[in-house]
Structure formats: C-alpha cells, structure tokens
C-alpha cells in the first residue's frame, strides 16, 4: 500500500523559504512520476512541481525560478525547496506518485490517486 507522508510546511514572510519533505513507502514502480501540488481555498488543484523516476523535472510557470524538486532514492524522500515565497504561494501542499505517467508528469502526478494528507503552507505579506 503506497504511503506518503508530507512535512516541513509552516508560516513564512514573503521572502522567506521553506522546504517540504515527502516521505513515501509501500510501491516499487520501475517508472514513475512524484511531485507536489496544492490547494487553496476555493481555488482548483495546481501542479505545482514534479520529477519522473529518470530524474527529469517539471514545473509550474508559477513557480520556476523559486522552487526545486528533488528526491533521495535511497531514502525514498521527496522534497520541494521552496525560496522567495509569496502570499499567492499560500496553499495545501500535497505530495503525490503516478506509478503510470503520462507525458505531462506536472499533470500526472498532480491527477494521480496517491497522495498523503498535505502540510499547510502560509506565506504573510
């Protein structure tokens, strides 16, 4: 049974960074896709970052420039450091795994039916 467990997420200043980690056990997919997305309130599900299991990233406009994703294959950990934080960045962020991408991995892996139970980021002006 696939588990992903989120940590890291708290209340920032605009400016400041933060890094979320994912922690993921329970599959042994040859191919897959991770990543993060996140929810606002009353807002729709964004992609927000994600990488495939050949190392290739994805990002969301939103964010390129500020954010990184990366992972530890021998810690089975995800992570998504995020730098220049802004309000807008205030969301749930939710990590996740497709086992079986499609092309788009951002898309993939935001859609996908596996994901732990979000960290709450706030970012003040």
């Known amino acids: 049974q696939v588990q992903l467990v989120e940590s890291g997420g708290g209340s920032v200043q605009a400016g400041g960074s933060l890094r979320l980690s994912c922690a993921a056990s329970?599959?042994?997919?040859?191919?897959?896709?991770m990543g993060w997305f996140r929810q606002a309130p009353g807002k729709e599900r964004e992609g927000v970052a994600a990488?495939?299991?050949?190392?290739?990233?994805s990002y969301a406009d939103s964010v390129k420039g500020r954010f990184t994703i990366s992972k530890d294959n021998a810690k089975n950990t995800l992570y998504l450091q995020m730098n220049s934080l802004k309000p807008e960045d205030t969301a749930m962020y939710y990590c996740?795994?497709?086992?079986?991408?499609?092309?788009?991995?951002?898309?993939?892996?935001?859609?996908?039916?596996?994901w732990g139970q979000g960290t709450q980021v706030i970012v003040s002006s």
């Open positions: 996740a795994v497709d086992p079986f991408p499609g092309p788009d991995i951002l898309y993939s892996c935001s859609h996908s039916g596996y």
């Open positions: 329970g599959y042994a997919y040859s191919r897959y896709c």
């Open positions: 990488i495939d299991s050949d190392g290739s990233t």
